[in-house]
């Protein structure tokens, strides 16, 4: 077993470098304010064999998944996908390749059968671009409380009879309470497998401390075997814009008496906004709804820094993953003043769900997700009538809206409500760059891959992303125009109500529309045989006809 523990200091300037102890096999942090990520690195003999027998049937595996919390990015760890429980996944080409039962250790009620019932097919545009994997599923995943206590009853503290049984010591009231209660803070955790390698890696990151919000930890080395690496670093300035510097100690436990001064620079393949650069989004519906919501991505920069992207070849894209319930109608993005209208340029790939009939209940597959080009405004034009601008805010915002549809969703049981809560994580939201560097964008040994959009993008591309707001925000109100919901929410998702059949009054419903086609039915015979009769219609009609020929008729002999 392999671990990585790195600590990227918020504020270099206040960071004390005798915080550092290493005595023997271990090292202790004091205090740092600092964001962190642990990596460990399994081989296939070190995990449970109720893990392995899954592992088997991949020829790879990539688990992300991302908190709802909002959380401040910092290079390196800077990659985004939307929130919750993403798995991308590409089976052997042989035997069985169910691993829904490994992806419910996450949650047991995922909606996953198998992966041909249940995943969606990834689009790959770029040919050359050869880090994708073939399926992907998606689900909402607030926290973390099922998988943590699986491992601590599967893996920290097995049953004694390899079934149900455990010691005393090993149970736990609640997930908190396990030694693994680290992961329940965590931004966001990643799972990485494939079969080259037979390795799993599992890599966590906090962007704080969860507590008091910096570092006190002991960490020692287990006299079992394997490693620890252990870097303490802090950003520094560097004149290469593909490149990211640090500087720093790193320790090697049990090889290091005292942590080693390093200063270091690594290709990347996602960066953060410049420092002056400081562009926020929000994401939130549009109301009233209805069956035909609109979702809004607000892009906001301070007055004095306009929106602009990061260097002349970046275009502003946005990813969108979106659930069963709701589907993107991608016939309507063909229309390039449709496009316009929404500050869009293109839809540059869809996959998924995307039926435009089908009701919700016959799709067996998670959802959809949609790669877009956006528009952005030009440096002039914000600084002559800034966009949509806000009352009493002294931003400049712009607005891209992209045009969704509900299917229709199961009736409410009796008594239940007449709508439904649907939830639609927030995007991601990054510039795609190109770049000079040789024939290929280097890879960091701190990127984060297998996003889920990479793959829709050459491999010289330089990902630059916008952060979502991460503040709470009153709701605003857009002059001369409807409030607005959504924005600068605790929650990085958006929600939206939709209205469902409510079972107590279907029968109401089923009998109202047989009368109307009843009623229909004898007002059109009415008619038909009304008209036929004598004194109808037809023959006053027929009446008047005689007297229209007799006016027209004089007409003509008065003309002559």
């Keep these: ?249 790193l320790t090697v436990l049990g090889q290091d008496d005292e942590p080693k001064p390093t200063h270091f620079q690594t290709p990347s393949r996602h960066h953060p906004l410049p420092p002056t650069n400081e562009l926020t989004f929000t994401t939130g519906f549009s109301y009233p709804a209805g069956l035909h919501p609109t979702l809004e991505l607000t892009l906001s920069s301070p007055a004095y820094a306009p929106i602009a992207p990061p260097n002349p070849t970046c275009k502003l894209h946005t990813h969108i993953t979106l659930p069963s319930s709701l589907f993107i109608d991608k016939y309507q993005f063909s229309d390039p003043l449709f496009l316009q209208s929404h500050n869009l340029k293109s839809l540059r790939s869809i996959s998924g769900a995307t039926d435009l009939e089908a009701p919700e209940w016959v799709i067996s597959q998670w959802g959809s997700a949609a790669l877009f080009e956006l528009s952005f405004p030009s440096e002039s034009s914000q600084t002559s009538s800034p966009q949509s601008p806000l009352e009493g805010s002294s931003n400049t915002n712009f607005t891209v809206s992209i045009p969704l549809h509900t299917r229709y969703l199961p009736p409410s049981k009796v008594g239940g409500a007449d709508s439904a809560r649907v939830t639609v994580p927030y995007p991601v939201v990054f510039w795609a760059c190109h770049t000079d560097s040789g024939t290929k964008q280097s890879a960091s040994p701190f990127d984060r891959v297998h996003l889920g959009y990479e793959a ?64 229909a039915f004898l007002g059109l015979c009415w008619v038909l045989f009304r008209g036929n009769s004598p004194d109808g219609k037809a023959v006053k009609s027929m009446k008047g006809k005689g007297k229209l020929e007799d006016v027209v008729q004089g007409r003509e002999k008065k003309n002559e």
């Design 1 to 249: 077993m392999k671990q990585r523990i790195t600590y990227i200091v918020h504020d270099p300037e206040s960071f004390n470098p005798t915080s550092l102890i290493v005595k023997g096999d271990t090292f202790s942090i004091n205090g740092a304010d600092a964001a962190k990520e642990h990596r460990i690195t399994f081989s296939l003999s070190e995990l449970p064999q109720e893990i392995t027998k899954y592992l088997d049937r991949c020829h790879e595996l990539h688990i992300r998944w991302v908190s709802e919390r909002p959380y401040a990015p910092i290079a390196p760890f800077v990659a985004r996908v939307s929130p919750g429980f993403h798995a991308f996944f590409t089976p052997l080409k042989t035997g069985d390749t169910n691993i829904c039962p490994l992806l419910r250790t996450f949650d047991e009620n995922f909606l996953c059968e198998s992966p041909e019932h249940d995943f969606t097919v990834m689009p790959v545009l770029s040919e050359r671009f050869s880090m994708s994997s073939s399926l992907q599923f998606y689900s909402l995943l607030p926290d973390l409380k099922h998988f943590v206590q699986y491992l601590h009853y599967r893996v920290i503290c097995p049953p004694l009879d390899g079934l149900h049984e455990y010691s005393s010591e090993c149970m736990i009231p609640n997930a908190a309470s396990s030694p693994l209660s680290p992961l329940l803070s965590a931004s966001y955790l990643d799972m990485d497998y494939d079969a080259i390698s037979h390795a799993l890696t599992i890599s966590a990151f906090w962007a704080r401390e969860p507590m008091d919000g910096s570092w006190t930890e002991t960490i020692t080395l287990n006299s079992k075997g394997g490693s620890i690496e252990i870097g303490v670093l802090s950003n520094e300035n560097n004149p290469d814009p593909e490149d990211l510097a640090f500087s720093g100690f």
């Design 456 to 519: 829709l993008f050459g491999p010289k591309t330089m990902f630059v992303h916008v952060p979502p707001a991460a503040r709470d925000a009153p709701t605003l109100k857009l002059k001369g125009g409807p409030k607005k919901f959504g924005g600068g929410q605790s929650r990085l998702v958006a929600e939206l109500n939709v209205p469902v059949l409510e079972t107590k009054n279907a029968a109401v419903v089923e009998w109202g529309t047989v009368g109307v086609v009843v009623a």
